[in-house]
């Protein structure tokens, strides 16, 4: 849990800099929360707003990212280590085929798989 609560807080730190992201949704300031003080509880409640995200007409890849990231920080921080890389790999293959739209590289996350 020690190692869970710094990776949250700089995740929501780093979500006041990034405009147009899950974090601008007042329910991802909630979500932090609850993964600091409730990590099971928000992956649970992580699957429901990726689920929410699927059936939209057309997602919001940023918002499908970061809640992807937060996901797996949260399965890194609860030491489900072999989920966790199976997800990175999976964003990093996701972040590949929206690249253009997310402008990062997927380099990064495949090595942390």
Do not use: H, N
Not at 33 to 44: G, I, K, M, S
Not at 68 to 81: T, V
Request: net charge negative; charged share 20%.
């Amino acid at each position: 849990m020690k190692t869970v609560v710094p990776c949250i807080l700089a995740l929501a730190v780093a979500a006041l800099a990034l405009p147009g992201r899950a974090q601008e949704d007042p329910g991802f300031v909630a979500l932090a929360f609850l993964a600091e003080t409730d990590p099971a509880a928000a992956l649970v409640q992580i699957d429901a707003q990726l689920a929410r995200e699927a059936a939209q007409p057309a997602p919001d890849p940023r918002v499908v990212f970061d809640l992807y990231r937060l996901q797996a920080d949260l399965l890194i921080g609860l030491g489900r280590m072999a989920e966790a890389a199976a997800l990175l790999a999976d964003l990093a293959l996701y972040t590949r085929q929206m690249r253009a739209r997310l402008d990062l590289d997927p380099a990064p996350l495949f090595d942390e798989a």
